[in-house]
């Protein structure tokens, strides 16, 4: 579609002979939330990790707002536009959690990193790290005005987890609960707003309540535009905030379409159960 936001084409990614993605195209418009869903081994964290250039594909092509990506280093991915979550919760310990979210607006700062195209140079490299020395030395007027609006971003994505982390802003990540980890590793990913959220199993480890919550916070976003690729299990949460789900079973899309659409898809079914039952029919078991 010429209009979509994410465009991927015939990716691939192989590991040892092993398709874990085997030619597959799908597309995120702007503002819409797709979902990917698959058992175990589907090659749904692959595609993700493809996506925002933690891995490499082996074929295909990823475009984002036009541009192509699929060559991009991780660091020019996040800088034109894509920030993610991780499947196994990742916060720097030791930092605030203030400090946390801070860190996820890095990619956008430009007084605070001056002559940062530089730094993809090898033989350049140190003139922006002796120009941001400088600027953290010194100071410019500049930078004190991109100073406050770092301190406005962090305070938004606080108040967004509010009854969570609002009390909890200057204490290190390694005190707070899992679940409070993963909401600041989400305000983390927000901070920088993004043209597309990517979030791998955004409520895993977290109980029904904390679902509730996140599935809450997901929504709002929805209604605020954002839009988002998902990877996740709780199938309740996909169908609820989802505008396309798509399924995958070794490394291929087996089926794509609304959630009610793909809840009843005999070949979803078939790769989920191993035979012919509802979702809806399991469910109620």
Do not use: C
């Not at 990193?113 to 100071?139: K, Q």
Request: proline share 4%.
């Amino acid at each position: 579609m010429s209009d979509a936001l994410l465009q991927v084409a015939g990716l691939e990614r192989r590991f040892a002979g092993l398709r874990a993605v085997d030619e597959i195209s799908f597309h995120v418009s702007a503002g819409e939330v797709v979902s990917i869903i698959g058992p175990n081994g589907s090659g749904k964290t692959t595609t993700l990790n493809l996506v925002t250039g933690t891995l490499r594909p082996d074929g295909g092509t990823i475009t984002l707002d036009g541009a192509r990506i699929d060559r991009a280093h991780s660091v020019e991915i996040a800088e034109h536009g894509i920030a993610r979550t991780f499947q196994n919760g990742r916060v720097f310990a030791t930092l605030s959690v203030a400090d946390n979210i801070e860190v996820g607006i890095h990619s956008t700062l430009r007084a605070h990193r001056p002559f940062r195209r530089l730094s993809r140079l090898f033989l350049l490299r140190w003139i922006p790290l002796l120009a941001e020395l400088f600027v953290a030395i010194v100071g410019t007027p500049a930078a004190r005005r991109e100073r406050a609006e770092i301190d406005a971003v962090v305070e938004t994505e606080i108040d967004r987890f509010a009854s969570r982390l609002g009390s909890r802003r200057d204490d290190p990540a390694y005190s707070l609960s899992y679940a409070n980890r993963r909401r600041t590793e989400i305000a983390r990913a927000l901070a920088p707003a993004p043209k597309l959220l990517v979030l791998d199993e955004p409520t895993a480890g977290m109980n029904q309540s904390e679902t509730a919550e996140v599935l809450a916070q997901l929504l709002e976003l929805k209604a605020q535009g954002q839009a988002m690729l998902l990877v996740e299990h709780k199938l309740d949460l996909v169908m609820t905030v989802s505008d396309r789900v798509i399924v995958m079973d070794g490394g291929r899309i087996i089926a794509e379409g609304t959630p009610q659409t793909v809840r009843h898809d005999p070949a979803v079914i078939e790769a989920y159960l191993g035979r012919r039952r509802s979702l809806d029919q399991e469910k109620a078991r």
